[in-house]
């Protein structure tokens, strides 16, 4: 049963578009989306995706005996935020997602978005990282970790909201 997430808000209805048309959802392993924040008449907000890298196969497969990978391919598919029916694999590419939002003043409705592919890694590194991100924050920090099916939900739910921008 998939988990449906609330998009929240029409900045993230926007923005999880604004991810797809970059990033084909079905890649999406896991998704870390930490809460907006406004400064003044701008709304920025930011995710870290971890994708599997493009081209490959979607089905599960078979650690190979002897190699020194099949610890650490056993431990992230044991893992729950492992997706089920992805791929076994021990590196994923790591986006970073942002957008920027004027809410008020001239340039009102202002909307800039960005999606770039930052690194690769294994998925228990990248939540370890958006772990030490949280820490090192001047203030808390909320983050919603969100597995690949509950983005994809969010996707299509946001493209039957916004079938124009879809």
């Not at 995706?49 to 020194?68: F, H, I, K, N, R």
């Not at 800039?112 to 690769?120: F, G, L, Q, T």
């Not at 949280?134 to 493209?159: F, H, N, T, W, Y």
Request: glycine letters at 6%; proline letters at 8%.
């Amino acid at each position: 049963m998939t988990q449906t997430i609330p998009l929240g808000s029409d900045a993230r209805e926007r923005f999880v578009l604004e991810i797809a048309n970059v990033l084909a959802p079905e890649r999406i392993v896991e998704a870390y989306f930490f809460a907006p924040l406004r400064q003044g008449q701008i709304e920025t907000g930011v995710c870290v995706l971890a994708a599997l890298p493009e081209g490959a196969d979607p089905q599960p497969t078979e650690p190979v005996s002897g190699d020194s990978s099949d610890t650490e391919a056993l431990a992230e598919a044991s893992a729950p935020a492992f997706p089920e029916g992805a791929r076994i694999s021990s590196r994923h590419v790591v986006y970073s997602a942002r957008y920027r939002w004027t809410r008020k003043g001239p340039e009102r409705g202002k909307w800039e978005c960005e999606v770039i592919a930052e690194a690769d890694a294994p998925l228990i590194t990248v939540e370890a990282v958006v772990q030490g991100v949280q820490r090192r924050a001047s203030e808390p920090l909320e983050v919603q970790k969100i597995d690949g099916d509950a983005v994809r939900a969010m996707v299509a739910e946001a493209q039957r909201q916004w079938p124009k921008t879809a």
